[in-house]
T-cell receptor, first 112, second 114 residues
């Protein structure tokens, strides 16, 4: 079946540190991959996406590359800020396109 | 601002009570979705509506019903609430059917069943 596995949190970093949140997936067919961010008390917001192998999605300094050979879509940011503290969800859509599979989420804390 | 609006934001129910969660979007999106979010479990799809007039079950539909009232509105009903339905509920919409489109989410309804 289709699934998404994310690294367990919480991840705690100091401001300006490098961030990596790992995400791997299993899927039948050729999925599109997404990262969403959820700030406290809010709904999820689409952060970035990639729709085919070797695509790189980017937004607000975050990047992720669709790696078909390793079935991964790791989220990276070169220098995190306190305002990046949130929960990050990796997700995929495959097949008919109506059912998105979400990972369990990774909570990030950034200290000043 | 354009987006997805959910009401209410908070609700406490007694076991066996019923209620309807409301959702409306003003982006002219075709498909709409209801998810529940529980700690450590990510988001799980309850029901979705691919287009006006259609609804389908998701991963965890038991205990819920939905109505796609028109293109804008998609409501979720709990007929007889149970403590296991304590959760945060999110409504979402997407513009298209393909694999390229992400969701726009509402801000959620935090439901407690006692």
């Amino acid at each position: 079946g289709n699934s998404v596995t994310q690294m367990e949190g919480p991840v705690t970093l100091s401001e300006e540190a490098f961030l990596t949140i790992n995400c791997t997936y299993t899927a039948t067919g050729y999925p599109s991959l997404f990262w969403y961010v959820q700030y406290p008390g809010e709904g999820l917001q689409l952060l970035l996406k990639a729709t085919k192998a070797d695509d790189k999605g980017s937004n607000k300094g975050f990047e992720a590359t669709y790696r078909k050979e390793t079935t991964s879509f790791h989220l990276e940011k070169g220098s995190v800020q306190v305002s990046d503290s949130a929960v990050y969800f990796c997700a995929l859509i495959v097949g008919g396109g109506f059912k998105t599979i979400f990972g369990a989420g990774t909570r990030l804390f950034v200290k000043a | 601002n354009a987006g997805v609006t959910q009401t209410p934001k908070f609700q406490v129910l007694k076991t066996g009570q019923s209620m309807t969660l409301q959702c409306a979007q003003d982006m002219n999106h075709n498909s709409m979705y209801w998810y529940r979010q529980d700690p450590g479990m990510g988001l799980r799809l309850i029901y979705y509506s691919a287009s006006e007039g259609t609804t389908d079950k998701g991963e965890v539909p038991n205990g819920y019903n939905v109505s796609r009232l028109n293109k804008r509105e998609f409501s979720l009903r709990l007929e007889s609430a149970a403590p296991s339905q304590t959760s945060v509920y999110f409504c979402a919409s997407r513009t298209g059917q393909g694999l390229d489109y992400g969701y726009t989410f509402g801000s959620g309804t935090r439901l407690t069943v006692v």
